[in-house]
């Protein structure tokens, strides 16, 4: 079945440092979502990338779908303690019947 | 327009027994899914409810088991509580398939003990 990895599984930074996870999926996606939880709250939707070697940004946040749509990043840069939380990705496979969630990465800021 | 609503927010059980755990999709959302998330094993899928019908199933124990409603709101049932049971349980709404852009709920806290 679709897997889909992510790494680290935890990041420690110091505020103002950039961060960066990795999605991996063991299939051809059709596409990627990217979700952020807060700790004590729930997934919410941060953006989905569809198209191969796609790039969409979110103020200080870098999105990218790799060329042949199997990998994502999520690129910070200048973290602040508001970036606290995890970070999961989430792969649709192309048969748009599956949605496979990363194991996460959680983001701790040290301000 | 609200948002996912899930009721209890939580729950504490003993082992063997049973609970429901509801769930309310944005208003016009026809497609529910529910998740399982513990801190060993991330967030991992359970079923997802479309039209009243279960569309897509994880890999879980028949002793999970859901339904949705007419009016979309679905319901999650675990017979037979285990220890390993204790968990969130999310639901997440979308507007069409599991794989458009889901909509979670506060979740569901369930401890048993």
Not at chain 1, 11 to 40: A, M
Not at chain 1, 76 to 93: E, K, P, R
Not at chain 2, 2 to 24: D, E, F, M, N
Not at chain 2, 49 to 58: A, H, L, M
């Amino acid at each position: 079945g679709q897997q889909v990895m992510q790494i680290p599984q935890y990041q420690h930074v110091q505020e103002g440092e950039d961060f960066t996870t990795y999605c991996n999926s063991s299939t051809t996606l059709s596409n990627i979502q990217w979700y952020k939880q807060r700790p004590g709250g729930h997934p919410v939707f941060l953006i989905q990338l569809v198209k191969s070697g796609e790039v969409k940004k979110q103020k200080r946040l870098t999105f990218q779908f790799g060329e042949a749509k199997k990998n994502s990043s999520l690129h910070i840069t200048a973290t602040q303690t508001t970036d606290v939380g995890t970070y999961f990705c989430a792969g649709s496979n192309n048969a748009g019947n599956m949605l496979t969630f990363g194991g996460g990465t959680r983001l701790m800021v040290k301000p | 327009k609200a948002g996912v609503t899930q009721t209890p927010r939580y729950l504490i059980k003993t082992r063997g027994q049973q609970v429901t755990l509801s769930c309310s999709p944005i208003s016009g959302h026809r497609s529910v899914s529910w998740y399982q998330q513990t801190p060993g094993q991330g967030l991992q899928f359970l079923f997802e409810y479309f039209s009243e019908t279960q569309r897509n199933k994880g890999n879980f124990p028949g002793r999970f088991s859901g339904r949705q409603f007419s009016n979309s709101r679905s319901e999650m049932n675990v017979s037979t509580l285990e220890l390993g049971d204790s968990a969130l349980y999310l639901c997440a709404s979308s507007i069409g398939t599991i794989t458009d852009t889901q909509y979670f709920g506060p979740g569901t806290r369930l401890t048993v003990l």
